[in-house]
């Protein structure tokens, strides 16, 4: 068919696409299909939305309006967080956390367990309180909170239906700056690491694993929250806005406002604004999620590969998330710390590192991103058999199944 994901290094083998426009037109589309997959942003880095021999639904032209009412805000499963943020902000309320990209759809963010950052803050997908979701037999259901199924179909990797409308969580809006921080010393980031962590409402660590130092800490605060520092633990102000792959040389020019110039929650939570390219255009990506415990050792032991790993690399991002209670999330059961890996888009040479690099995790229990670029899961997912059954619950006839879910899922 000849169509892609965002990063082109897949190519999906559906023998169909089809763009429905109301929800009506998706029910229709997986009653009559033998074989189905959703399709949002297309920002995942494998197979996890292919349909092989089947049907792909697009659904960026699926007609679903925003509704925000009192601590909430209903949208259609295909809108992308930037679609939606300003309007909600206008109305005086924000979401608690956004990813780095605001590019992305909400379903296929929550579906994969994406994430924003904050030692406080748990994933995208904790905000979520209702999901409509069309069935293998073309029904529509709303699940919520109160449901016991609840916390198996929110990350629900597109197993179990396809989403059509999400309710979200809000908080009142709110201001954020961003101050950046050049040359974190190893040893300080080891030694102060929780302390680092609660400098901000969220703090990233951006490094090439090889370089002496760790090239930038970067600090998101709510305005009102910001202790001034004139260093960081040993890391000194940036002397200008900064790309989080700066130590390659990428200029800021597509990055939110930085230098502590306070703006709203959608124009600082993300790295990347949304009218421009995200991130540096043509990467691939994986992410590995340890026990916040572990974070220094797992650290320690990734920098261990540095010679391996700085090759084929753009930048690491270090960040910690707050644990939540949904089954196949990777911060299920507690709080954890996200490794990620922006790679150079060589993906021969990526996957021949992955395995060595997901050896040297495996001892922390270490999960990978669902939607990037991984070669195996070992990290426990206590419930992964309750998602099973309710998987064969609502898709007895394995519609939404394919070679992704059957490797990594099912073990089929």
Request: charged share 20%.
């Amino acid at each position: 068919m000849g169509e892609s994901n965002w990063a082109g290094n897949h190519t999906y083998a559906a023998g169909t696409v089809l763009t429905p426009r109301t929800v009506d037109e998706v029910r229709e589309a997986v009653a009559g299909a033998s074989r189905v997959k959703a399709l949002g942003s297309r920002h995942c880095f494998n197979d996890i939305a292919d349909s092989p021999g089947g049907t792909l639904l697009d659904l960026r032209a699926l007609d679903a309006g925003v509704e925000i009412g009192d601590g909430t805000v209903t949208v259609g499963g295909s809108a992308r967080y930037g679609d939606f943020a300003e309007q909600l902000h206008a109305a005086g309320f924000a979401l608690p956390n956004l990813a780095s990209l605001p590019h992305i759809t909400v379903a296929g963010s929550v579906a994969t367990g994406t994430h924003g950052s904050g030692r406080r803050q748990p994933g995208l997908a904790a905000a979520v309180s209702a999901v409509e979701l069309v069935t293998a037999d073309g029904g529509l259901r709303t699940f919520t909170r109160a449901d016991a199924e609840f916390p198996g179909l929110v990350v629900g990797l597109g197993a179990v239906g396809v989403v059509t409308r999400l309710t979200l969580d809000t908080v009142p809006a709110f201001d954020v700056r961003q101050d950046v921080f050049d040359a974190l010393p190893w040893e300080a980031a080891y030694r102060h690491f929780d302390e680092i962590e609660d400098a901000g409402y969220s703090v990233s660590l951006f490094t090439n694993w090889a370089n002496d130092a760790i090239d930038l800490a970067w600090v998101k605060s709510r305005e009102g929250a910001f202790t001034e520092r004139s260093e960081l633990f040993g890391a000194v102000p940036a002397d200008g806005p900064r790309h989080p792959a700066h130590a390659a040389g990428i200029t800021a020019g597509n990055c939110t406002p930085q230098q502590g110039v306070p703006g709203p929650w959608h124009e600082r939570l993300p790295h990347f604004a949304l009218a421009f390219t995200p991130s540096v255009g043509d990467e691939l990506q994986s992410e590995y999620f340890v026990p916040y415990e572990h974070a220094t050792a797992a650290i320690a032991a990734v920098r261990e590969l540095a010679g391996l790993v700085a090759p084929v690399l753009l930048v690491s991002e270090i960040r910690a998330i707050a644990g939540d209670e949904l089954w196949l999330s990777p911060c299920h059961g507690g709080d954890r710390v996200a490794l990620h890996f922006t790679w150079q888009p060589r993906q021969a040479e990526v996957e021949a590192v992955l395995p060595v690099l997901e050896e040297r995790l495996a001892g922390f229990g270490a999960r990978p991103h669902w939607g990037k670029l991984f070669h195996d899961v070992r990290g426990d997912y206590p419930r992964l058999a309750d998602f099973r059954a309710l998987a064969a619950t609502l898709d007895p006839g394995g519609k939404f199944r394919n070679p992704f879910l059957d490797r990594h899922v099912f073990g089929t």
